[in-house]
């Protein structure tokens, strides 16, 4: 009998753990003390059963309280079911509600839900950023355009920006802007007659770049944009016209090689047929004298005819080499020795 009561203490003691892990009392005190109106059963015991920290619901609750605001649990329960930062969404809204910025539970949950850090908008609302152009985690020397007169310009800049939470949802991101602005440089500087005005007047890009509404469709204002560092790069124009000229050079010099080889091909085409030509000369002085020999053999042709022919030829060649005394007769001394 003496054990009974230790028994039951121990089963006291037990139950008490239970209902403390189960029931955050805790929790509720500080809800209650901080002027929150929460059910142990209603509330926080709900909460554990779908699964909710209470605490991520409740501290929320409790610091938006304390700001002045009022806010809905079931709202923020189910913004975390849905996967929403509940603590974040309650940070942006007080911080919207001390810059006056006109911010509702619902659409600070909407740019939550979105993948926007709403919190960051809001500061981002009242402490504008800068953003470089190019991105300096990128690495680039900075954005390059050519003048007209084909010199180089690598131009940095800061562009200042604040959030705009009417397009957060849907707007574009800060690469969009960066995109832009280096597209509004590249476009002003290549306008430019030459590169010393770009130099000589560097707000020339800023105005020329604001006027074109580059902040249209993204989740942000422009409220300035401010050259940070202007550098000459190469003479591309030069380099070009460089790189032209050994162009057409070598285009020239293929043309020259070709019309070489063609020559060389014609040259060995004449040559052949000179050669061909030659063997068939050869070959019809060689059936001459089979020809002679066959009209003896006939006796269609006579000795005494053949010595008058080559008397009629050797005379011939005589005549023409008194006519032209300049060239040789090259068959006289042949049809003299004949006649």
Request: overall charge negative; hydrophobic content about 45%.
């Amino acid at each position: 009998m003496a054990s009974l009561p230790i028994v039951l203490f121990v089963i006291l003691g037990l139950f008490a753990v239970v209902l403390l892990t189960v029931v955050p009392v805790g929790l509720w005190i500080s809800a209650i003390s901080a002027g929150v109106r929460v059910r142990i059963f209603g509330d926080l015991v709900a909460m554990r059963l779908r699964r909710v920290p209470p605490s991520q619901i409740v501290m929320p609750q409790i610091e938006a309280t304390k700001a002045g605001l009022r806010l809905s649990l079931d709202n923020l329960e189910a913004h975390y079911l849905a996967g929403g930062q509940v603590s974040n969404v309650v940070s942006a809204l007080i911080a919207a509600d001390k810059a006056n910025i006109d911010l509702d539970f619902g659409r600070a949950a909407a740019i939550d839900l979105a993948g926007r850090d709403v919190l960051e908008a809001v500061q981002m609302s009242v402490n504008p950023a800068i953003i470089n152009v190019p991105d300096d985690s990128e690495g680039k020397r900075g954005i390059t355009a050519v003048a007209r007169d084909g010199i180089q310009l690598i131009v940095k800049a800061r562009v200042t920006v604040k959030a705009n939470i009417d397009r957060l949802v849907g707007g574009a991101t800060e690469e969009t802007i960066i995109a832009r602005v280096g597209q509004g440089i590249i476009t002003t500087i290549g306008s430019a007659s030459t590169h010393k005005d770009v130099l000589e007047s560097p707000e020339r890009i800023t105005i020329e770049v604001m006027e074109k509404g580059l902040a249209a469709g993204t989740a942000f204002e422009i409220l300035s944009i401010d050259i940070a560092d202007i550098d000459i790069g190469d003479n591309i124009g030069a380099k070009l016209q460089t790189d032209q000229a050994e162009a057409e050079l070598k285009i020239a010099q293929a043309k020259a090689e070709e019309k070489r080889a063609q020559a060389e091909a014609e040259e060995e085409e004449m040559k052949a047929l000179v050669e061909e030509r030659t063997i068939d000369l050869i070959a019809a002085d060689a059936e001459v004298p089979l020809s002679i020999a066959d009209s003896f053999n006939s006796e269609r042709m006579s000795v005494m005819d053949y010595y008058n022919l080559r008397n009629v030829i050797a005379d011939t060649e005589m005549r023409q080499a008194i006519a032209s005394p300049d060239q040789e007769s090259t068959g006289s001394s042949h049809s003299i020795g004949m006649s």
